[in-house]
């Protein structure tokens, strides 16, 4: 499984996308840039520590997608999107769309947008 996460440590690397390979491989793409298509999705969240974030004590990673295959395509490629799925521990400490809480749901298919992730 592929692991996709947004970078919030300081560094070279800060407000970029994360992907990890099934191989622990690691790479980091500038949001403004690429679109990050992902297939076979599953939404990972740490509770204990969103919820140490979501009461501002701590910055641990504690949210990611996995997925099945991803597929990274230059923004000018950008792909329809539909409904939000956001993650913010300092709001909620859980993954959410439409205002309910999705952690652990299953999606066939996202894609990045900027910052932002969408099903589609």
């Known amino acids: ?3 996709v996460r947004f970078n919030l440590g300081q560094g070279e690397n800060f407000m970029k ?6 191989k ?9 840039e690429v679109v ?7 939404l ?15 910055k641990s990673v504690c949210a990611w997608v996995e997925a099945e295959n991803v597929e990274v395509l230059e ?17 909620t400490p859980n993954w959410v769309m439409n205002g309910e809480n999705v952690d652990g749901e299953t999606f066939e298919a996202m894609v990045s947008i900027n910052r932002e992730l969408f099903l589609q």
Not at 17 to 22: A, G, H, S, V
């Open 1 to 3: 499984m592929y692991k």
């Open 17 to 22: 996308w994360k992907i990890t390979d099934p």
């Open 24 to 32: 622990g491989n690691h790479k980091y793409y500038t949001p403004s």
């Open 36 to 42: 990050i298509k992902m297939t076979g999705c599953f």
């Open 44 to 58: 990972r969240n740490q509770k204990g520590t969103a919820k140490k974030i979501h009461e501002g004590a701590d």
């Open 75 to 91: 923004q000018r490629q950008l792909q329809m999107a539909f409904d939000k799925v956001s993650y913010n521990p300092r709001v």
